[in-house]
């Protein structure tokens, strides 16, 4: 599977008024890269998928932990 999170380098001009970042990123979710729904599609056990916010593992797409 791709991966999930992609980054771009926004255009920073020479009269930016705020301090620019220099790097931005963004999610792509995963069912992005699944077409149809294939049948037996491995999943979760019902505990795990209550922690994980879904029953297939294909589907699932962990945000990274906040930093800072």
Known sequence: MPNQFRYYVPFRG??????PIA???YNVPPNLFLGFQPPNLPQFP???ALRAGTLWPALY?????KSG
Request: with cysteine; hydrophobic share 20%.
């Open 46 to 48: 019902p505990q795990t």
């Open 61 to 65: 797409g962990p945000y990274p932990p």
């Open 23 to 25: 790097v931005k990123w």
């Open 14 to 19: 020479p009269f930016d008024p705020c301090p």
